[in-house]
Each structure stands twice: as C-alpha cells, then as structure tokens.
C-alpha cells in the first residue's frame, strides 16, 4: 500500500475560536469548502464527541473521489482534534491549534496509507500527483475559510513531511515547488497526450478518406527507421510486430521528452493561454519532427500533410491540458485578502 505523511499549515488572521469552531463543525465543510462533497454522522459516539464517526465524500481537481469514515479519538477544545480513517485511505487525520500574535495557526497532518488498488498500483510513477492534488484541495481550503470568517490569509504551506525527513533541507519536502520538473507528471502527461494525439489522428484520416489501416503502418515504419534503419521503410504484406513495438516505444518516449516542458510552465497560465501555448508548442514540435529530424531522417518528409500538423497541435494543446489538470493553477499569494 502507498503511505503518505502530509502536513498543512495555516496562518489566519481570525480569533482563534471562529477557526476552531468553523473545522470542529466537519458537517459543515460542504457549505463552504468545494472539495468536501458530502459529510454524514454515521455514530454518535460520547456526550464529549469521542468515539462519533463521520464519513466524508472528497474530490479534487482530479477525476476521482475518496471516501472514509474518521472515528474521533481526541478532542480538546481549541487544542486538538484528532481521529483514525478507514476506507479509500486509512491512517490518523490531527488537527493542531494555536495562536501566534494576532494569528491562529493550524497544522493539518494526514499520515494514511491508500487501499484503492488503482492508487497502489499506480503510485510509483504518480505519487507526487496524488500528493499535489491533496495540496490544491488544502489549499483551496485555507482560502474559502479566510473567506468563511471574513479574514486575511496570512499564509499557508504543504510540506510531504516523508521527502522533508530524507533530505537535509527542510524546503525539499515543500509541495509544487515552482521551477521544478516533476518527471512522473511528464511521464502520465505525456503517455496521455500522446495517446489522445493518435486517436485524433486516426480520426482525421479516416474523415479525409485516408486508408487508415496502410497510412498507420507507414508511419510505423517511418518511425521504426530512426532505430532499425531505412531498410524498413519498404511496404510489407504483413504486420510487423517489432517494427509496431519499436515505432511505439519511440512515439511515448519522444512524448514523455516533450512533456518535461509544459509540466514547468503549464501551472504559471492561465487556462485561455495555456491551451494557445499548448497550440503553438505542438506547432513547433511539428517543425522540429517534420523538418529537424528530415535532416538525419529524410524519409519523414512523407508524413508532411495537414493531418500530421494539425496532430502535432492536438498533442502540444493536450499536454498543456493535463499539466493543467495534474499540476493545478500557479501558487496563490501567500498574502490574501478576504
């Protein structure tokens, strides 16, 4: 199973109380935090609210929803709340309050292990997604209950307290750092992009009665070459299923390569631009494979037609898309006003 150990920081400008009260009333979060889509008592637990048991229904900027139940276990009164999960994710949830100066400061920390087989199965290459999807919901959190109670966001963190504890500098543990490259966002990106771009192809031949099953094939070999050589490039009768693998891998591999890009530069736009950026960078991928590599590889010169321009700007707007999607918008202040 996957384990994560996150930590969230929040520093408002609020009496202490007001913030307490606002995270203590859990059935309450749908109403103002949109991430929580639903919250239900399950058990009622002690007059003091030990042992009651709420489930809570989450999802974030990704296309997915977990869903656990916390057994409440500690509460003390402007000091602590902490409960055990079980469900999508099982671990402990701790809430942590205090006050410095005029601030309340709440530290959030999430030590869990998810039980979703596609999350474990998945984990080693988008680890750091889930982990940065957790930070977007806090984050967004922290905004809308400044927003709740009326009062400045001072400033807020997300720190993977597991990356923090192996490296000697304490910022390496701090989510989405800007001007960082995330090779596993490039790697899931980039198979995704690449993936839509060859359905998009596939489309237009087939809409401009292109034969969709020979012209596949020519590119296959096209692409093979680079690695095979030129004594490819002639017409078989039959499939060959190394030349399909080798042209396969080439395509991903030149995909993840192309992604390590927008995943620097995707969350520092907006939507609007993002995607026109995207545009134009699938534009000049297209100059750089059709006529770049012309120069080693002559025989590319054969795929040169509108289809292939106008899948090279599906695949540069798809990349910009899910780093988007993945990645989330730029960092917000860590000043903001209500």
């Known amino acids: 199973m996957a384990e994560y150990h996150l930590l969230t920081i929040w520093r408002i400008e609020a009496p202490l109380e007001k913030v307490y009260a606002a995270i203590a009333d859990s059935l309450r979060w749908p109403d103002w935090w949109p991430s929580v889509r639903k919250v239900e008592q399950t058990a009622d637990g002690e007059a003091d609210g030990i042992d009651s048991v709420r489930r809570y229904a989450w999802e974030g900027r990704l ?21 055990t999960a079980r469900g999508d994710l099982d671990g402990v949830g701790r809430w942590k309050f205090s006050r410095q100066g005029k601030l309340s400061v709440v530290h959030y920390e999430w030590h869990v292990r998810s039980k979703r087989w596609w999350m474990n199965l998945v984990a080693p290459v988008a680890r750091s997604i889930f982990i940065r999807n957790h930070a977007q919901i806090m984050e967004q959190g922290g905004r809308a209950l400044a927003r709740l109670l009326k009062a400045p966001l001072a400033g807020q963190e997300n720190i993977d307290l597991m990356a923090a504890a192996v490296a000697p500098n304490p910022a390496r543990g701090r989510v ?95 939507s609007g631009p993002a995607l026109l950026a995207g545009a134009i960078y699938g534009l000049t991928i297209y100059v750089v494979n059709m006529y770049g590599f012309t120069l080693l590889f002559p025989w590319f010169a054969a795929a040169r037609d509108w289809v292939t321009l106008v899948t090279h700007i599906v695949f540069g707007a798809a990349l910009m898309a899910g780093c988007r999607l993945l990645a989330g918008g730029s960092t917000p202040p860590r000043v903001e006003a209500p």
Not at 219 to 235: F, I
Not at 243 to 269: C, E, G, N
């Open 176 to 270: 989405r750092q800007r001007g960082r490259i995330d090779p596993s966002l490039a790697l899931i990106v980039g198979l995704g992009a690449g993936v839509i771009a060859t359905a998009a192809q596939l489309a237009l031949w087939w809409l401009a009665a292109m034969p969709v099953l020979e012209t596949l094939l020519r590119d296959a070999r096209l692409t093979a070459a680079m690695v095979l050589g030129s004594g490819v490039l002639p017409p078989s009768s039959t499939a060959q299923w190394d030349i399909l693998l080798v042209a396969t891998l080439i395509h991903f591999s030149l995909s993840f390569a192309y992604a390590l890009i927008p995943t620097h530069l995707a969350s520092q736009l907006r």
């Open 63 to 83: 296309p997915y929803r977990v869903v656990f139940e916390v057994r409440a276990t500690r509460i003390e009164k402007l000091v602590a709340i902490e409960g």
